[in-house]
């Protein structure tokens, strides 16, 4: 059964960190690029970082460029997600999806694997 699991969301205040974590299960987690979306209330699902599957490339939104990071442990079959200089903005469900072999994409298709999502809440 193919799982992602993401955690680490939680109430943090303006100007604070976070880091989440997508955790795979059920397929060849290497071999799929690995993507952070958002979705706040109320508005569309956005990419914020993808991380290609074998050079790990990074490609970022550019309302979080310079303040999130994305990385992967294979060994781990984990993705991770560094949020600094959170805003109230960034207010929203994090949901981490897989790809299979694609380079970069902040779009949802080509996605087929979806966690459930882990809610950031940012007060100001």
């Known amino acids: 059964e193919v799982q992602l699991q993401a955690s680490g969301g939680g109430l943090v205040q303006a100007g604070g960190s976070l880091r989440l974590s997508c955790t795979a299960s059920?397929?060849?987690?290497?071999?799929?690029?690995i993507a952070w979306f958002r979705q706040a209330p109320g508005q569309e699902r956005d990419g914020v970082a993808c991380?290609?599957?074998?050079?790990?490339?990074?490609s970022y939104a550019d309302s979080v460029k310079g303040r999130f990071s994305i990385s992967r442990d294979n060994s781990k079959s984990t993705a991770y997600l560094y949020l600094d200089s959170l805003k109230p903005e960034d207010t929203a469900v994090y949901y981490c999806?897989?790809?299979?072999?694609?380079?970069?994409?902040?779009?949802?298709?080509?996605?087929?694997?979806w966690g459930q999502g882990t809610l950031v809440t940012v007060s100001s």
């Open positions: 999806a897989a790809a299979w072999r694609v380079h970069l994409s902040l779009s949802r298709p080509p996605y087929s694997y």
């Open positions: 059920g397929f060849l987690f290497e071999d799929y690029a």
């Open positions: 991380i290609s599957s074998r050079d790990r490339s990074t």
